[in-house]
Every structure is written in C-alpha cells, then in structure tokens.
C-alpha cells in the first residue's frame, strides 16, 4: 500500500487548506489518519476515519475547524482545514491501516511522505 499526500502549502491565518492522500496498492478496507510533526515537536495526531466513513475522531485542539473526509471508491482521503492559525504549521502526514482505528502513530502500517502547511500570522 502506497500513499501520497499533497495540497500543504503557505497561506495566511484565517484561511483554509485542503489536503489530499491518494492511495494505491493493495487496497482493502483500511482507516486513514491524519498526523502532523511540527518542528522541534513529535508527531501528533490529527485526526482519523474509518474504513467505512462511519466514525471518525479528532484531536481537541482542530475539533469544529477541521473535517477527515474519505471516497472509499477513489481511494482518497481529505483533511478540510478551517481557521488555520500559526500553531498549524507543520508537516501533515496520512496514514492508513486495515485493522487499527484509532489515533496511536505507531499503530499504523502505512504512511505517505507528508506535505507542508505553513500558516502566516
């Protein structure tokens, strides 16, 4: 299983950023996280989606400003950022795994190369 994330970028507090992870390979069910490592920071979670769409979850911090989307038919997934503030800057990796749901890191299987968000205050 392969994964690609894209969509990072630099823009301006305030504003929103969709980011994208297109996955190949072999694809069965899986779920699909987000995570992001700011610098001189770990990785953190962001947020995840089930392999049916039916449950996600999120980090407190994004909750009501970010929305983890997936078409299971295109093998895609989508990270919808709102409100974007200075404290989002970071690498934003996607992951996926066909039996983790969850937001531990090291659980999951697969991960793309990240994509870099920068936001301007």
């Known amino acids: 299983v392969q994964l690609q994330a894209s969509g990072g970028g630099l823009v301006q507090a305030g504003t929103s950023l969709t980011l994208s992870c297109a996955v190949s390979?072999?694809?069965?069910?899986?779920?699909m996280a987000w995570f992001r490592q700011a610098p001189g920071k770990d990785r953190e979670f962001v947020a995840a989606?089930?392999?049916?769409?039916?449950?996600?979850v999120y980090q407190d911090s994004i909750k009501g400003r970010f929305t983890i989307s997936r078409d299971s038919a295109e093998n895609t997934g989508s990270l919808q950022m709102n409100s974007l503030k200075p404290d989002d800057t970071a690498i934003y990796y996607c992951?996926?795994?066909?039996?983790?749901?969850?937001?531990?890191?090291?659980?999951?299987?697969?991960w793309g190369q990240g994509t870099q968000v920068t936001v301007s205050s």
């Open positions: 992951a996926a795994d066909q039996t983790y749901f969850g937001s531990k890191s090291e659980v999951y299987n697969y």
């Open positions: 989606i089930s392999w049916s769409g039916g449950r996600t």
């Open positions: 390979g072999h694809t069965s069910r899986y779920s």
